[in-house]
C-alpha cells in the first residue's frame, strides 16, 4: 500500500472519530507493563458466533522512547496459547496510535479514552474495511474489576452504538501464557 493511500485512509479515520478524545495528559509511562483485557464490546456481525470460544487475554504494554508502543498480547485459542505482537505508530495526539493490520491488510486506530493507570483502561479500536467497524476494549491491571469501572465501560460501548448482547466479559483463559507472567 502507497504511504499517501495509507495517509488518506489515517486521516479519514481521525475525522470519523474527531469526536473521541484520548485521556486527558495521557501518560506513556504510566501506561506501560501488564493488562488484561476482560471486557470487550465489537459491532462485528461475525463477532457474535464466536463469543463463546472468547477468553481474557494478557498483554504487556512497552513504552518506547519515541513514544510508539511495542504491544505482545497471548490469546486463547482452540489451537493452545498464541502470542501476538503488534507496533503501535504514535500519532500527534497522546493517547493515539495507528498500526497496520496485517491480518486485514489495513491500518486500524486506537484510542486510549479512559485510565487511572493503576486499575482499568477504556480502549477504541476503529477500522474501515468494507464498512466501518468499531470495537471497546475494557483492560485492567488484573482479571477482576470493580462494577463501577464494569459500568463505565459499558456506558462507553453503548455510546458508541455497539449492539448491547456484543459487550461482554469473557472468562480468564487457563494457562494462558503458561508461565502466568
Known sequence: M???????????????????KPQKDFNLQRF?????????AYDSPGFLPYRALLTASMGIVIPLPNGNVNLTM????????LTKTYHYEATSVPGQFSYFSLR???????????TNYTEYAIVLKNKVFNREY??????????????????KY???ALSRHLPR???MTPPPAENCPANGY
Open 2 to 20: 502507497g504511504s499517501i493511500r495509507v495517509a488518506v485512509v489515517m486521516a479519514m479515520v481521525m475525522m470519523v472519530h474527531a469526536d473521541i
Open 32 to 40: 506501560g507493563g501488564k493488562w488484561y483485557r476482560v471486557g470487550l
Open 74 to 81: 497471548w490469546e486463547q485459542s482452540p489451537a493452545g496459547c
Open 104 to 114: 486485514h491488510g489495513i491500518v486500524k486506530d486506537i484510542t486510549v479514552v479512559d
Open 134 to 151: 468499531t470495537q471497546v476494549a475494557l483492560y485492567a491491571r488484573s482479571l477482576k474489576v470493580k462494577n463501577e469501572v464494569y459500568q
Open 154 to 156: 459499558k456506558a462507553f
Open 165 to 167: 448482547d456484543s459487550i
